[in-house]
């Protein structure tokens, strides 16, 4: 179920047939929902891969064979925007908006943050319209490529760690075109896990609502020692 873990970037490349794109088939369980095998269940998903998602291979974007900025996807032209289903309400769109107001407005500061911590609060609404956020930024450019990471840090909080294995960017770094390919790629990666995995609000909840509970008992067992006679009773059950 998890977007990212070191196999799953390996590469997202075959999410979109792209000139330039190294020809690598990525070893992950984030594919394009046609090739998804629709009978595996979230949590058998979840459970197949580390528990930390942070990227081991933080330099898996120097792979790519792109030499030039002209090289790098259009992601509007890559991608279509996702539709909101109806479960989620004009006031809710109405006040994403403004929230992504405040949050530019912010400077990325704490009136950024304290915008962003809003929307985190909408959950599943939220999630859609950051992804479709994803959808206007300019990969090429450091300062909007930093403001796309932010974007993805407040996706992985929404969804409890989940990641695409964005590439952090500095401010008045010079981008580097197989980082800003490398960035680009994800919002696919971000479209097909709303496709396959949380196509609705119920389907997201309860994936929260499953997660939440699995790092609970986690937390319970490491305080507790991790007795093996929990382990039984749980089994029994």
Do not use: C
Request: aromatic share 6%; proline share 4%.
């Amino acid at each position: 179920m998890k977007l990212l873990d070191a196999t799953v970037i390996s590469l997202v490349l075959s999410a979109l047939a792209l000139p330039g794109a190294a020809a690598t088939t990525p070893a992950h369980l984030f594919q394009d929902p046609a090739k998804q095998d629709p009978a595996k269940k979230a949590d058998e998903l979840l459970e197949a891969e580390k528990e930390k998602m942070r990227l081991k291979d933080v330099e898996g974007w120097k792979k790519l064979q792109v030499k030039s900025m002209d090289q790098v996807i259009d992601v509007k032209k890559a991608t279509q925007p996702l539709e909101y289903p109806a479960s989620i309400t004009e006031e809710e769109k109405t006040k994403l908006a403004s929230l992504l107001e405040k949050a530019k407005d912010g400077g990325g500061g704490a009136r950024t943050g304290r915008a962003l911590k809003e929307m985190e609060k909408m959950g599943y609404p939220a999630v859609l319209f950051l992804i479709n956020q994803l959808r206007e930024i300019d990969y090429k450019s450091t300062d909007d490529a930093f403001w796309g990471y932010q974007l993805n840090q407040k996706l992985s909080d929404i969804t409890m760690g989940i990641n695409a294995g964005y590439v952090a960017v500095e401010l008045g770094d010079q981008m580097d075109p197989r980082k800003a390919q490398w960035n680009a790629m994800t919002v696919q990666q971000w479209i097909n896990q709303i496709k396959t995995h949380w196509p609705t609000r119920e389907k997201f909840d309860e994936f929260i609502t499953k997660r939440k509970a699995k790092k609970t008992a986690e937390l319970e067992q490491a305080e507790g020692g991790g007795t093996e006679e929990p382990k039984k009773d749980d089994k029994k059950k």
